[in-house]
């Protein structure tokens, strides 16, 4: 399989620890100096940057999460909450987060982090992306689809990194009212590859049907295709299959609360994503105890930073789920796998049955009528008695709703280990979708 840095990614592990802990002392010693958050954490815990002589020592210093920067921010009016090293107007490029862990109802609550990076910064989040476009096969050349909201990193660095890898990228957008653009834009250009959120592939889909067009047709040129914004179900990798039918699909995801980290499916372990460690150093910790989890057990991914510039990130808990593997890959890689299950606030709880919202959703996908509906799960409580599920539905293809509510019920009951009766399902006949991800959890409580 061809690599784009073959050098970095087949690295010995003992060599890319040595490279690891390398960069890790002198991002501890700039974030110490120059950002005050990270200075401030450090004295608390009475450490030091020089503390720090090997990985492990990193639990020395505590994890902070996305509550903690906003704290910052709100108590001292810094944009960055203490973490960057150079001022604001040094940034060419700013953006902010998705915001999907957030509840709120004014500006003040802090909805979303800010994210910025220095020209320095756009090098190694774009030598992610050409990675993973060799570690898929990619074959230039060719349009490059990419349908990705302009207000996210992802759109901007995408582009860079198709160019980079020898495609043209082909800037869409990823609103609703744009659908019949793209499928416009798909039809004559006929894109090689793409970079799709999950939120828009089904509406893209639909809408396509609804033009009297045979999805399988087409979507005939793409050969390659990224999924990202939620977890690629393996009902919904069929779904694609279906549609997209000469194109591998790799499912692909990341986190920008740690200035862009990305990961992506490998060819070699489906479900299973590389990180690249050169960049990036991860941990797997236990969500009550903050202590690292045994091999093989889920756990919250925390995140360190070793190649950014300009805001740090020392320690970070994304609030991810998952399990990590530092085994060697079957494609001869040797940096981290993880397999991912969904964010901690997706995490539900029905009579102590505990499961996330990628379990309800390969049900919904598995059935005809429900394949490319979309659906909340209304969290009223930490604990619920019931599942209180809303589903969008197109009466179009619904005969019986009756008989379709039990069905569901049923196999969703089957799966949970709950009764028919533990399950509300409300039918909606649309939801507004605009962002790359689906708001999975409507919190009411």
């Known amino acids: 399989m061809k690599m784009w840095n073959e050098v970095i990614e087949t690295m010995p592990r003992k060599d890319l620890v040595e490279l690891q802990l390398k960069k890790l002392r002198k991002t501890l010693k700039i974030a110490y100096e120059k950002a005050p958050l990270y200075h401030k954490k450090f004295d608390a815990a009475k450490i030091k940057p020089e503390d720090i002589r090997s990985l492990d020592d990193l639990k020395k210093i505590p994890i902070i999460k996305k509550d903690d920067v906003r704290e910052e921010m709100i108590k001292t009016g810094d944009l960055f909450g203490g973490r960057s090293v150079i001022p604001l107007e040094s940034y060419p490029y700013v953006w902010t987060s998705t915001g999907t862990s957030s509840l709120w109802t004014k500006f003040e609550d802090i909805p979303w982090t800010f994210i910025a990076h220095t020209k320095e910064d756009i090098e190694y989040c774009t ?43 082909l800037q869409c957008s990823g609103l609703p009212a744009d659908l019949e653009r793209n499928l416009f834009l798909i039809w004559y250009l006929k894109p090689v590859a793409g970079f799709v959120g999950l939120s828009l592939l089904p509406e893209l889909i639909a809408k396509c049907i609804e033009k009297g067009y045979e999805p399988s047709n087409f979507f005939s040129s793409f050969k390659w295709l990224f999924t990202t914004g939620d977890i690629l179900t393996s009902a919904m990798r069929e779904i694609l299959k279906k549609t997209f039918i000469n194109a591998e699909i790799y499912d692909y995801g990341g986190t920008q609360d740690v200035n862009t980290l990305y990961w992506c499916e490998c060819p070699n372990a489906p479900t299973w994503k590389h990180m690249w460690e050169d960049f990036f150093i991860v941990e797997c910790v236990d969500p009550e105890s903050g ?52 964010r901690s606030a997706y995490r ?98």
């Open 127 to 169: 030598e992610q992306q050409v990675r993973f476009i060799y570690m898929c096969g990619l074959q230039p050349p060719g349009w490059f689809f990419n349908p990705f909201f302009r207000w996210h990193p992802h759109a901007y660095l995408w582009d860079i990194a198709v160019e980079k890898a020898g495609f043209k990228p």
């Open 291 to 342: 202590e690292p989890v045994s091999p093989g057990e889920i756990g919250e991914l925390v995140v360190t930073n070793i190649a950014s510039s300009g805001i740090q990130t020392i320690r970070f808990n994304t609030e991810d789920h998952c399990i990590l593997d530092f085994e060697k890959c079957a494609c001869g890689r040797t940096h981290v796998k993880a397999k991912f299950y969904g």
């Open 348 to 445: 539900t709880k029905v009579k102590s049955k505990i499961f996330y919202p990628v379990e309800i959703e390969e049900i919904i996908r598995e059935i005809e009528e429900t394949k490319l509906s979309e659906f909340q799960i209304v969290k009223y409580a930490p604990e619920m008695d019931r599942l209180h599920l809303k589903i969008t539905y197109d009466p179009k293809r619904i005969k019986n709703i009756d008989e379709l509510t039990q069905k569901l019920k049923s196999s969703i009951a089957k799966k949970l280990g709950l009764s028919s009766e533990d399950i509300i399902i409300e039918w909606m006949k649309g939801m507004d979708i605009l962002t790359h991800k689906i708001p999975r959890i409507l919190k009411t409580y």
